[in-house]
């Protein structure tokens, strides 16, 4: 209860001793980030659209479990969303299908039926991680 009443007055502009410390814990999200895309990098290649997701959602877990971030953590915790509509997933019947993030709208994710699998980051057109499927 208190994480999330510190996470609330954080968003508000009051920041609590409590909620600073506890931010200064975790790697910052474009370091995690960097460790999901090299894991992603080096795992082997997925040869379908669904392997693809389910390495980057596991890869995701592992990165962020290894980082101490807590399962329900949604405020700090990065997450691959289900491959649905409901959570911002396009182009599902067609290939690639895409996904931009939702809160920042800075990266492109885009995962191919092949398994290959294009993170681009948005500001500058950057491709981060373009990984061959199988």
């Known amino acids: 209860m208190e994480t999330k009443l510190c996470r609330w007055v954080s968003l508000c502009g009051q920041d609590s001793e409590h909620s600073r410390k506890k931010r200064m814990l975790y790697l910052s999200k474009s370091v995690r980030f960097s460790q999901f895309v090299e894991a ?18 596991q890869v995701m877990d592992s990165v962020e479990n290894k980082n101490g971030l807590p399962a329900n953590d949604g405020g700090d915790r990065m997450n691959v969303f289900p491959m649905e509509e ?11 299908c895409y996904w931009i993030d939702s809160l920042v709208k800075r990266y492109c994710t885009e995962i191919y039926n092949s398994g290959r699998i294009v993170i681009t980051r948005i500001k ?10 199988a």
């Open 40 to 57: 992603v990098r080096s795992a082997p290649a997925a040869n379908c659209r669904q392997a693809a997701f389910d390495l980057m959602k």
């Open 86 to 96: 409901f959570y911002g997933w396009k182009n599902l019947t067609g290939d690639p």
């Open 124 to 133: 500058g057109s950057t491709v981060v991680l373009d990984k061959p499927g």
